[in-house]
């Protein structure tokens, strides 16, 4: 048998730790939805508020939960072309929003 270089007790206690911040983080976020931030028709800064509170959210789930963070090299480069072309593509999305064939009308 070979040791485990973690114990399933501490294992266990992190992704209970980690659950928690997660249940914590997705109440803040229904919180900050419900709270009266600013004035009543500016809720960009709710909506910044709430999407920084997600990033948090994400990156525990990704690198914890999922293991990510303890993985190797290649994954780390998949996932970084990964968020690269989806960057890409939404940029590439945005750009031609407003580009339409000769003859057509706009919405």
Same mark, same amino acid.
């Given at each position: *048998?070979?040791?485990?270089?973690? !114990?399933?007790?501490? $294992? @266990? ?7 928690? +911040? ?6 803040? *976020?229904?919180?900050? !939805? ?13 909506? %910044?508020? @709430? ?6 959210? %994400?990156?525990? +789930?990704?690198? $914890?939960? *999922?293991?990510?963070? !303890?993985?190797?090299?290649?994954? $780390?480069?998949?996932? @970084? ?8 593509? +939404?940029?590439?999305? *945005? ?13």
């Amino acid at each position: *048998m070979s040791e485990q270089p973690v !114990s399933l007790n501490s $294992y @266990i206690r992190l992704c209970g730790v980690v659950f928690v +911040v997660v249940l914590c983080t997705t109440a803040s *976020m229904i919180a900050t !939805s419900y709270a009266h931030i600013g004035s009543s028709n500016d809720w960009t800064l709710k909506v %910044a508020l @709430i999407l920084a509170i997600a990033v948090v959210n %994400a990156f525990l +789930v990704a690198g $914890y939960l *999922m293991h990510l963070l !303890s993985e190797k090299k290649l994954v $780390y480069t998949v996932l @970084i072309f990964t968020v690269f072309f989806f960057i890409g593509l +939404v940029g590439l999305t *945005m750009w031609a929003m407003n580009d339409f064939p000769p003859g057509t009308a706009s919405h």
